[in-house]
Structures are given as C-alpha cells and as structure tokens.
C-alpha cells in the first residue's frame, strides 16, 4: 500500500439521496400549502409535509458530505463548511461504532488530534462488520497518516459506547433533561397539597359562601343522564345530559360510562367551577385530585432517574485515564443503588410530601434511609472499580459433587476445541481443561483444550475490538496457539484460575497424546 497518494469517500447511492431531497422540497411545498388552505386537512399535511423536509434536509448533508486525504492531510466538505487537518495534528484514528436498527452496526472513522480533541469524519461508513471497501478505505488512511505524518500506527483502537473514549454530552444532556422535569415537578407539589386540602376541607354552599367564597364551596346541581359511551382505557368515556344542562357531556372513567344508564336521575358536585363528582341511585363517580404526594413521587421518580446519566458520566471521570477504546465498568450497580433508594423514598415523599425532614415519623425515617443509600452506593463505587489484569482475589467457580468446576469464560475465536464460537464456559477439575456450551454437571459435548498448544502473550482489559458480548467487567488473555492469535475472556479470577490450569496441563501426557 506504498502507493496510496490520494483517498476520497463520497457518499453512496447517491441518487437515492437526490429522490429524498427532492421530496424534502416537495415537503416544503405541501407545508406551505397546508397551512395557507387551513380547514381539516392543516394538521395531516403539515405534518406529512415536516416529516418530508426532515428527510430531505439529512439527505442533503450526506449529498454534500465529502472527505478526501492527501499528502497534505485530511479534506472535510459538507454542507455548511469546509475544513482541513493536518497529518501533523493528528496523533491516529480510529473506528467508532454504534448500534443502528435492525440489528446492524454503524461503523464511522475518527480522528485523534492532539490536545485530546477528536473529530468523527462524516465519510466513510460502513453497516456491518466485514466491509471490504471501508475496510481498504481505512488501511489507505492509516498509510497515508504513517507516512506523512512520521509515527508508526499501532493497533487501530475501535471505540463504542461502552469504552472509555464515547463523549458524555449525551448522558449530561439526558441527566440536565431529568433534573429539570424533577425540578418543575418539586415546585408544583406545595400547589397540588394545597388544592387538595382545600377540596377535603370544602363544605356545602349557603347563600352567604357562595357569593364569598367564589367557588370554594360544593354546589350541587340535578341533571339526568341522556346516554353513555365507554371506551376503552385509552379512550375518553363519556355521560352526556338530558337539554345539555347543566353541561352537553362529562368525561368520566370506563367503569363510570358502564354503570351509569339512559334516564337515571343524578346529583353533579360542582367546585371551582368543575364537576367533581355525580352520584346517582346506584353510583359514585368522583374526579381524581392529583395530591402532593404523587407530585412528589413525580419529582422523585424524575431525580433518581437522572442519577443514573450521572452514574456514567462519573465512570467516564473515573476512567479518562484510560485508552479511548477500553471498556468502562457498567453503571448497573448504580441502577441498583437508585432502585433501593427508591424502596424508601417514594414511599416518604408520598406520605411527607411536604414535611420530609420534619419529625416525627419522616426525621428517623430520612435518616436510616440516606444511611441505607450511602451504603448502596458506596457497594456499587466497589463494584465499578477499575480493576488491573493479575490482581486477583479468591474464587472457586461453581464445584459439583464429581469434583469438576464450569466457569463463565469464552473464545473469542473459531477454534477446532470452539468451533463457531458455541463454548460459553471452561471445565477444570477431574481431567483435562476443556470447553463446553453449558454449565455443567457432566463432559457432555466438552471439547479437551490443547494446553500444549497454547501460549500466553498478555492479560488486559476488554476493549471495544472485542464485540459487546463480553462483559464490562472480564479480561482478555491473549493466546497464541500454533501461531495463531486466540482471546479468551472471562471474569478476572476465572480467567487467573484457568490460565493457571491451562500452564499446569502442560505435560508429556499431553504431548504423546494430543487429541486426548
């Protein structure tokens, strides 16, 4: 590839992307006329018409998009601008991969530049793993970036969204969202508790209070029910009245529309104004009153959920150190910590919404559970710790009576001891290491791992290039069997006891008899 001078990525399928921005265009037009026409057609065309402008408008950019390299560096247009990188500035690249839908993968080309900073280039892209044009594409702009730039390329780091090096603008933006909605909620609570002490508070009209008190009183008013139309939960249901009096119909729940029929003679409870409940021979419908205490929970629900953006983004912090493409411990034992806290909060902030440090019943009970939390986190801090390759703690795996022991582990590669990757687990103990696709008891469909064969190069942690069916929190033994390049991955301990087994099998046995 000494040859390579020039590299330029221009979006595919291109005429497809003229097609969608012409329908853009087309979209633009049928908003415009939508909303000069108005009448009942406004609300479907415009939003026909916006969902067509949406379209066009992405397609546009990819029309435009073009990156080219060169001796120089690296070229980027798009729509709105143009901009260029020196090989200087730039420290390596790398792949960054994200999910897309229908089970397939984005895989883009970044930039590393120095001072830390990176930039995603909008070309090339590839949709699934084994892409021979990106993947030419990606070897030429490695060359070229040896090359001209004077540093030798190591290994090509592919970044997700589990390693070190995905940003945290999206977590900050989700966990700023959620505060906010928290914060919204938690000012309307005093409201709501006020309204509804006020409607448990209200008494029967007189004359005198219901000219004082401009509603705050309950008024009653007969009406006599016309018909009725339940739906379903989802749906309104309605009661409508005899002469539209005192009011042409009432939304009321499923249940309510069922039990109330054509002719019955009922009572219509009216405060502020609203109908809040109608009683009738045989029924009671009332209106809900949102509470401060669901407020409250509202409020609760929308901070906890917030904590766990945060919980990444604290991983993130804790990780910056590390490569951009090592994978960062998983924010689930924060999940679990949110979810404890929430046993002991919701059921205070809808009791107390108001008085939550108040004595007391609420004082101890804030209290214990900040301390119980405190706990809950501080496990999950443990348990998210960074953990260097060759620290170990004690294990013994998952023993059975005959002596054997299955642990959690996996090659990573086509193997004739894993053909097409079907072990999910190790088997030590009572004859030789091998590989099965289950958790034991027994040997059946075990297939004897070549321990003679085997080298061990290096130990790491998982990286995004290992896929996303390891675990955050395994490591990565790098093998070499007959020359050949072989990972195996496992939980830190289990992967120690089984590197210690694979070296202890080492004997002439195995040697005079390697198929075992």
């Known amino acids: 590839m000494t040859d390579v001078l020039e590299v330029a990525c221009r979006s595919p399928r291109r005429s497809t992307l003229r097609l969608f921005v012409g329908l853009g265009a087309l979209g633009v037009c049928m908003t415009a006329g939508s909303?000069?026409?108005?009448?009942?057609?406004?609300?479907?065309?415009?939003?026909?018409g916006l969902a067509?402008?949406?379209?066009?408008?992405?397609?546009?950019?990819?029309?435009?998009?073009?990156?080219?390299?060169?001796?120089?560096?690296?070229?980027?247009r798009t729509l709105l601008r143009r901009s260029s990188v020196p090989w200087s500035d730039v420290t390596g690249l790398y792949i960054f991969e994200k999910p897309a839908r229908n089970a397939h993968i984005q895989r883009r080309v970044g930039l590393s530049r120095r001072g830390g900073h990176k930039r995603l280039l909008p070309l090339p892209v590839a949709w699934s793993y084994?892409?021979?044009?990106?993947?030419?594409?990606?070897?030429?702009?490695?060359?070229?970036?040896?090359?001209?730039?004077?540093?030798?390329?190591?290994?090509?780091p592919v970044v997700t969204h589990r390693t070190a090096g995905c940003g945290r603008i999206g977590s900050l933006v989700l966990g700023a969202a959620l505060l906010a909605g928290a914060g919204v909620a938690a000012y309307f609570v005093p409201i709501a508790a006020a309204d509804e002490q006020a409607w448990k508070a209200a008494a029967p009209c007189t004359v005198q209070t219901s000219v004082r008190k401009n509603g705050d009183c309950l008024s009653?008013?007969?009406?006599?029910?016309?018909?009725?139309?339940?739906?379903?939960?989802?749906?309104?249901?309605?009661?409508?009245?005899?002469?539209?009096r005192p009011l042409h119909r009432?939304?009321?729940s499923e249940e309510a529309a069922e039990e109330f029929e054509a002719g019955d003679r009922v009572e219509l409870t009216v405060w502020h104004h609203q109908v809040m409940e109608v009683a009738g021979a045989g029924h009671i419908w009332r209106e809900h009153i949102t509470g401060g205490g669901e407020v409250a929970v509202v409020a609760a629900v929308l901070a906890l959920a917030a904590g766990y953006p945060g919980a990444q983004v604290l991983l993130r912090l804790r990780g910056r150190r590390l490569p951009d493409d090592e994978v960062l411990p998983s924010a689930l034992p924060f999940a679990g910590a949110l979810v404890g806290t929430a046993l002991w909060l919701l059921p205070l902030c809808y009791l107390h919404p108001t008085t939550l440090l108040e004595p007391p019943a609420a004082l101890p009970w804030s209290a214990g559970g900040t301390l119980f939390s405190l706990g809950l986190f501080a496990l999950a801090w443990r348990a998210t710790r960074v953990r260097t390759p060759g620290v170990?703690?004690?294990?013994?795996?998952?023993?059975?009576?005959?002596?054997?022991?299955?642990l959690a582990a996996r090659f990573l590669e086509h193997t004739d001891y894993n053909p097409h990757g079907f072990g999910t687990h190790v088997l030590l103990g009572d004859g030789p290491p091998a590989v099965t696709p289950h958790a034991g008891p027994g040997r059946f469909a075990a297939k004897r791992i070549p321990a003679q064969r085997i080298t061990v190069k290096n130990v790491r942690?998982?990286?995004?290039?290992?896929g996303d069916t390891v675990p955050s929190n395994w490591h990565i033994a790098e093998l070499e069997d007959e020359g050949r390049s072989v990972r195996l991955a496992a939980a830190p301990d289990d992967l120690t006891r089984i590197l210690r087994e694979l070296d202890a099998a080492k004997t002439p046995l195995d040697t005079a008899n390697p198929e075992g």
């Open 52 to 76: 067509l402008i949406v379209a066009g408008t992405v397609s546009l950019q990819y029309v435009f998009a073009q990156v080219r390299a060169d001796v120089h560096g690296v070229h980027v």
């Open 250 to 252: 009432l939304e009321v």
């Open 392 to 406: 170990t703690e004690a294990t013994d795996g998952a023993v059975h009576p005959d002596g054997e022991v299955f």
């Open 35 to 48: 909303i000069a026409l108005g009448g009942a057609l406004l609300v479907v065309g415009a939003t026909i």
């Open 461 to 466: 942690r998982a990286r995004g290039a290992d």
């Open 220 to 244: 009653t008013v007969p009406a006599v029910v016309a018909r009725t139309e339940p739906h379903q939960p989802k749906q309104s249901s309605w009661l409508y009245f005899t002469g539209s």
């Open 130 to 156: 084994n892409d021979p044009d990106f993947d030419a594409t990606v070897d030429s702009l490695r060359e070229l970036h040896r090359r001209h730039s004077g540093a030798e390329p190591g290994r090509l």
